[in-house]
T-cell receptor, first 114, second 112 residues
Framework: DAGVIQSPRHEVTEMGQEVTLRCKPISGHDYLFWYRQTMMRGLELLIYFNNNVPIDDSGMPEDRFSAKMPNASFSTLKIQPSEPRDSAVYFC????????????FGPGTRLTVT | GDSVTQMEGPVTLSEEACLTINCTYTATGYPSLFWYVQYPGEGLQLLLKATKADDKGSNKGFEATYRKETTSFHLEKGSVQVSDSAVYFCALSGGGSYIPTFGRGTSLIVHP
């Protein structure tokens, strides 16, 4: 398996623009997670899905952020409009869940909003 | 709720020195415990895990033992290499929730 795939790897955009991050989880994994990592706040869980259904989005910072999972092999995280404070590395991870199951992380998307 | 506390970094060592990164947790039930490693510019990857009390996880010379009595899962390595320089995250799942809980991460810097 190719592992979790994320695109783009780097994104530079101007404040106010829409940004869409993409993720392809590992086949057969029924949970998908979106994280944000910054120096100040560390690793933050934004939202997670089970069988394509959003379960908990309490970590989404505000209404400018939205996430979808239209099928088992694809998810998007959208920021509209983007702001400089959204600059971070965004990770997607997938897992089978239960005691003892680890998460598999993608390489991340480094977002810079100027 | 569940929580994980790691020692703050950075931890700076010379090559071949011994490493210990402390991790303690608070959880209900019987969680599984994990150490993940993040190399520069990459995502987190599993380093080792333990699923029940007294289990020892090991990988690439790293070890950690699940200590229920002290609620700890300290990461150890007898002789570190420059290539071990990375950020190490302690995590748990299956306590109050199956959703993983991560520590803040500890940066390790190994000098030649």
């Amino acid at each position: 398996d190719a592992g979790v795939i994320q695109s783009p790897r780097h994104e530079v955009t101007e404040m106010g623009q829409e940004v869409t991050l993409r993720c392809k989880p590992i086949s057969g994994h029924d949970y998908l997670f979106w994280y944000r990592q910054t120096m100040m706040r560390g690793l933050e869980l934004l939202i997670y899905f089970n069988n394509n259904v959003p379960i908990d989005d309490s970590g989404m910072p505000e209404d400018r952020f939205s996430a979808k999972m239209p099928n088992a092999s694809f998810s998007t995280l959208k920021i509209q409009p983007s702001e400089p404070r959204d600059s971070a590395v965004y990770f997607c991870a997938s897992s089978q869940l239960g005691i003892g199951y680890e998460q598999y992380f993608g390489p991340g998307t480094r977002l810079t909003v100027t | 709720g569940d929580s994980v506390t790691q020692m703050e970094g950075p931890v700076t060592l010379s090559e071949e020195a011994c490493l210990t990164i402390n991790c303690t947790y608070t959880a209900t039930g019987y969680p599984s415990l994990f150490w993940y490693v993040q190399y520069p510019g990459e995502g987190l990857q599993l380093l080792l895990k333990a699923t029940k009390a007294d289990d020892k996880g090991s990988n690439k010379g790293f070890e950690a033992t699940y200590r229920k009595e002290t609620t700890s899962f300290h990461l150890e390595k007898g002789s570190v290499q420059v290539s071990d320089s990375a950020v190490y995250f302690c995590a748990l799942s299956g306590g109050g929730s199956y959703i993983p809980t991560f520590g803040r991460g500890t940066s390790l810097i190994v000098h030649p």
